[in-house]
């Protein structure tokens, strides 16, 4: 479960919301004025979520490849190693 917290509230009690990040695992969402601003998380999580990010970015990588070799398959190496230098010379 998470908490929200004022950035003036964590200024004046971080010790505290910061044992709860780390020991607890409490997930703080920080607000400025009314509306959330950033997120406090155990660093365990933050490295999990650039994992998550990572790999999705990786298997639209994957999807790319393969339509790029679908479109590409009609081709020989030869014409597509020349298209390139092509439009290297553009």
């Not at 479109?71 to 190496?77: D, T």
């Given at each position: 479960?998470?908490?929200?917290?004022?950035?003036?509230?964590?200024?004046?009690?971080?010790?505290?919301?910061?044992?709860?990040?780390?020991?607890?695992?409490?997930?703080?969402v920080?607000?400025?004025?009314?509306?959330?601003?950033?997120?406090?998380?155990?660093?365990?999580d933050?490295?999990?979520?650039?994992?998550?990010?990572?790999?999705?970015?990786?298997?639209?990588?994957d999807?790319?490849?393969?339509?790029?070799?679908?479109?590409?398959?009609?081709?020989?190496?030869?014409?597509?190693?020349?298209?390139?230098?092509?439009?290297?010379?553009?």
């Open positions: 479960m998470q908490k929200i917290i004022g950035v003036t509230e964590l200024q004046r009690q971080f010790r505290s919301f910061f044992e709860d990040v780390v020991r607890k695992r409490i997930p703080l920080l607000t400025r004025g009314s509306r959330p601003e950033a997120v406090l998380l155990p660093y365990e933050y490295q999990r979520y650039q994992q998550i990010q990572e790999s999705e970015v990786l298997a639209r990588f999807q790319v490849w393969a339509r790029l070799a679908q479109v590409n398959a009609e081709f020989s190496e030869d014409e597509i190693a020349a298209d390139i230098e092509a439009a290297r010379k553009g």
